[in-house]
């Protein structure tokens, strides 16, 4: 019986090994297609059909098979998908103690408690709370994370000033006219963004100075 996800492995081998284009690819030159790729999905989890999020995470899958080929190479530290998988499935096992443990969550605040101190526990590590935060993240989910990761050591970041917004769509409304005030004034919204995150990062930096909670 035939396995697709083995059959797709195998195919994206071939046309390392058969195309010219593809077998010159590097994990740095693919980064764009990845993110393209990335945002395809959103498009189509947000305004597509099933048809068009099938299709688009097939596309984000060949992107997987694409470095896990590329790695496989390597002649130094090589994996591949297998491998990639193998390493998943035991996360995704050790970070779900409630379902292959015998713990017990009952809520969703209770899940995120046994997956905080499993991730925790694999990252003992890091040093920040901004650690594995990618600066590359686009300017607003960056803003979000930090956000939360500054709140673990006493940073709020600026007052969220009352502004009217009850929903989500109004949300969007609000940042859709600071970018209009910004772009009338000759302003960068993405760049003031990621500066006011630098100087976040700065402020938890500061704060990190004292004792800290990093598994908070």
Same mark, same amino acid.
């Given at each position: 019986?035939?396995?697709?996800?083995?059959?797709?492995? /195998?195919?994206?081998?071939a +046309?390392? /090994?058969?195309? $010219?284009?593809?077998?010159?690819?590097?994990?740095?030159?693919? $980064?764009?297609y990845?993110v393209?790729?990335?945002?395809?999905? +959103?498009? &189509?989890v947000?305004?597509?059909?099933?048809?068009?999020?099938?299709?688009?995470?097939?596309? %984000?899958?060949?992107?997987?098979?694409?470095?896990?080929? *590329?790695?496989?190479r390597?002649?130094?530290?090589?994996?591949?998908?297998? /491998? $990639?998988?193998?390493?998943?499935?035991?996360?995704?096992?050790?970070?779900?103690?409630?379902?292959?443990?015998?713990?017990?969550?009952?809520?969703?605040?209770?899940?995120? +408690? %046994?997956?905080?101190?499993?991730?925790?526990?694999?990252?003992?590590?890091?040093?920040? +709370?901004?650690d594995g935060?990618?600066p590359?993240?686009?300017?607003? &989910?960056? &803003?979000?994370?930090?956000l939360?990761?500054?709140?673990? $050591?006493g940073?709020?970041?600026?007052?969220?000033e009352? *502004?009217?917004?009850?929903?989500?769509?109004?949300?969007?409304?609000?940042l859709?006219?600071?970018?209009?005030?910004?772009?009338?004034?000759?302003?960068? =919204?993405?760049? =003031?963004?990621?500066?006011? %995150?630098?100087?976040?990062a700065a402020?938890?930096?500061?704060?990190?100075?004292g004792?800290?909670?990093?598994?908070?």
């Open positions: 019986m035939s396995d697709p996800l083995r059959d797709a492995a /195998d195919t994206m081998r +046309v390392r /090994d058969r195309c $010219v284009w593809t077998a010159a690819m590097t994990h740095r030159e693919l $980064v764009p990845l393209e790729e990335s945002a395809e999905v +959103v498009d &189509a947000e305004a597509g059909t099933p048809a068009d999020l099938r299709e688009e995470l097939g596309d %984000l899958l060949w992107q997987v098979l694409f470095h896990a080929e *590329i790695a496989s390597a002649e130094v530290d090589a994996f591949d998908i297998d /491998d $990639v998988a193998r390493g998943l499935t035991e996360k995704m096992v050790r970070r779900h103690p409630h379902v292959f443990a015998g713990e017990s969550a009952r809520t969703s605040e209770e899940v995120l +408690v %046994l997956w905080n101190a499993a991730k925790a526990a694999e990252k003992r590590e890091r040093r920040s +709370v901004l935060v990618s590359h993240m686009p300017a607003l &989910a960056h &803003a979000q994370k930090m939360g990761r500054a709140g673990r $050591v940073v709020s970041g600026p007052p969220a009352p *502004i009217g917004v009850a929903s989500e769509a109004e949300l969007g409304d609000a859709l006219a600071l970018v209009a005030h910004g772009r009338e004034h000759g302003w960068d =919204a993405e760049r =003031a963004l990621r500066e006011r %995150l630098r100087a976040l402020e938890v930096t500061r704060a990190e100075t004792p800290v909670d990093l598994e908070g």
